[in-house]
């Protein structure tokens, strides 16, 4: 009799150890996780969270929508979200850039978005006053697009958060591995952004009225002037009150990691050679690429190795795609090509780096349109602004 009441007694106290484990399990499942690991590393997303939030200054009653691919820091949904209403913001839930809603993303104003059109739709977000992108979003999406109508208009402003542009020293686009998690990450998170604000306004002033001249070991020298033109300073600033300034598309656009200033300087100023590292054109590796520019416009083309393929992508890329399109300068010391293993961190926006790009500069403020755009890294430029260097041979020295 005493065995059978023990027994009964240990089934019920396994009963109860079940019960338990399975409500820490539901638990668990459903908590927020603060860590994702990627390829090993583990992204505290707790922090993240806090820095996008941090730098897009919400003020109470603002309406926030994010954009992402589910799969890609889709953890990072609950955390911002449960920032933004803590901060008396209105948050209108989370939109997929492909046909994968999941639920918890879901709420009464995205849902209501599945039977919009592409007009319809960007009218519809013109009250939106910030849009999140996730890594995952690019403009081929079309809630993307429709916020960049929207900001095109003067509205509103996104968070670019895209964790993407790492290239190598040829311009080759590769993935982020645990190297670019880590230290992306750490840029994010530690860069002195009153400090980046202050080395971009004194470019800027620097600019005004004098030459840019830039040159390279390989032969580049061009030189141009940017007028009255707008210089968009990526400083990391998202807030509403920044936007006072904004004149264009880009000024809306607000990337973080940030550094990098972007400008479309006036066309007609623009005279000179670009000698280009060897990278893909068309799809083949072209070498030797020297392409002088008279004017704004390319006037000729030579190379040691596969011209036809350079002429082949310009000739594809339409109109405005032999106009030169920017000038863009990184300034952010923590996102500098390392030394070691040198590669260029997050589209080039690290101190010293220069873009010289071809094609429609319509979204800066310039006068090219046509749709193509072609991005050219340079690691080792000398950049002049009247008499004063500012980059020499890749390194910011001022």
Known sequence: MSIKIKTL????????????????????????????????????????????????????????????????????????????????????????????????????????????????????????????????????????????????EGKGRTIHFHWQGAYDLNGNLFEPDQK??????????????????????????????????VTTPAGTDIMFQIGDRQVTKQDGNASMD????????????????????????IEESVSGKIAFPDAMWDGQLAEGVVITIVGGQVTEITATKNIEAVERELDKGGEGARSFREFALGFNPLLAIPSDNPWIPYYGYGAGVVRLSLGDNSELGGNVSGGYVRWNFFADATVKVGEDVWVEQGKLVR
């Open 242 to 265: 920044r936007m006072s300034s904004a004149r264009t598309l880009i000024d809306r656009e607000v990337e973080l990691p940030a550094g990098a200033i972007r400008v479309a300087p």
């Open 9 to 152: 007694e240990t089934m019920k106290h396994i009963k109860g150890l079940v019960i338990v484990c399975a409500l820490f399990f539901i638990y668990a499942c459903n908590e927020p996780q603060k860590e994702t690991k990627v390829d090993g590393f583990s992204l505290d997303l707790e922090l993240i969270a806090d820095k996008l939030i941090s730098q897009s200054q919400l003020q109470s009653g603002e309406r926030v929508l994010l954009v992402g691919q589910p799969g890609q820091f889709e953890e990072l949904v609950p955390l911002l979200q449960e920032r933004i209403e803590g901060s008396g913001a209105i948050f209108l839930g989370a939109r997929s850039i492909d046909d994968n809603h999941p639920e918890t993303w879901q709420t009464e104003f995205t849902t209501f978005m599945d039977e919009l059109g592409q007009e319809a739709l960007a009218n519809y977000l013109k009250d939106v006053d910030l849009g999140i992108m996730l890594p995952g979003a690019t403009p081929a999406n079309e809630t993307y697009a429709a916020l960049q109508k929207v900001l095109s």
């Open 180 to 213: 670019v998690d880590s230290f992306y990450q750490h840029v994010l998170l530690n860069t002195d952004y009153t400090a980046l604000a202050k080395s971009q306004l004194q470019f800027d002033s620097a600019m005004r009225g004098n030459w840019i001249q």
